[in-house]
């Protein structure tokens, strides 16, 4: 866990969150501040800075985390977004994929 993370601190339950779905590795809760009808958070439960890290440390929580997406989304149609640096919008920096459906999506995204 690392200090003043606030997903680390919503894996060991210090902040509260709407988890959804969870398996050992990863978990799945609701974003505070939604986009789209379902807007899931699909998180690592160590931590990495961003998707690169994650993938170049640790492939068995990358797959953890998209086979929870996978699972979580299971029979609709959802987008899977990995921001990855502020220069396109990362705030929190622990790795996370916004898992978003329920709408249409414009395509390139903006
Ligand atoms: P990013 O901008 O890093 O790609 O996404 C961070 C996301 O975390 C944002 O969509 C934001 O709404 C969400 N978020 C920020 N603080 C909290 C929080 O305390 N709880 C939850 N559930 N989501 C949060
Ligand atoms: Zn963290």
Redesign the pocket.
């Known amino acids: 866990m690392e200090r003043n993370c606030?997903?680390c601190k919503?894996v060991a339950g210090e902040?509260?969150?709407?988890i959804v779905a969870s398996n050992e590795l990863a978990i799945a809760?609701?974003?505070?501040?939604?986009?789209a009808p379902t807007?899931l958070?699909v998180i690592p439960k160590a931590h990495y800075e961003n998707v690169s890290e994650l993938t170049r440390e640790d492939g068995a929580s990358l797959l953890a985390l998209l086979s929870l997406a996978g699972e979580v989304a299971a029979g609709v149609d959802f987008r899977l977004?990995?921001?990855s640096g502020a220069g396109?919008?990362?705030?929190?920096?622990h790795a996370?994929g916004?898992l978003l459906a329920g709408r249409d999506f414009a395509w390139p995204p903006g």
């Not at 902040?15 to 709407?18: F, G, R, S």
């Not at 809760?29 to 986009?35: E, M």
């Open positions: 606030l997903f919503i902040i509260p969150a709407k809760f609701n974003d505070i501040s939604p986009v807007h958070l977004v990995f921001n396109v919008g990362q705030s929190v920096f996370h916004h």
